[in-house]
């Protein structure tokens, strides 16, 4: 069940992801100065992937839920990195996770509940 709900997530972030990140990357400030652009081991949509997973998985804590990616989907990210090294990894995706949730919205109806 939870595989095949993270394989049709995996697929919209990633047909997401293909349009975002080359108008993400035009619009990025340059100082002049070099900076290396290598990409990482996980692409940005198995971080969005994951991140997003966790919000529906019903695990109380990310730390958890991401010990259950890492025993039981190994085979789905298999250059999966630490949780420590995710963590540090994550503020990178804030911009990108944001622009993603917007793109999900429903159609606005004038009512709202707070």
């Not at 400030?29 to 900076?35: A, C, D, P, R």
């Not at 250059?79 to 990894?89: P, T």
């Amino acid at each position: 069940m939870i595989d095949t709900i993270l394989t049709e997530m995996f697929v919209k972030i990633d047909d997401f992801c293909l349009l975002f990140e080359p108008q993400w990357q035009k619009s990025l400030l340059h100082s002049g100065e070099k900076h290396r652009n290598r990409a990482g081991q996980l692409c940005l949509s198995e971080k969005l992937t994951i991140i997003v997973g966790f919000q529906v998985s019903g695990f109380r804590t990310f730390k958890s839920y991401y010990q259950f990616i890492q025993h039981y989907h190994r085979r789905e990210f298999p250059k999966l990195v630490s949780y420590n090294r995710f963590i540090q990894l994550m503020p990178r995706t804030l911009v990108p996770l944001c622009a993603y949730l917007l793109s999900r919205r429903g159609q606005v109806t004038g009512r709202a509940f707070y």
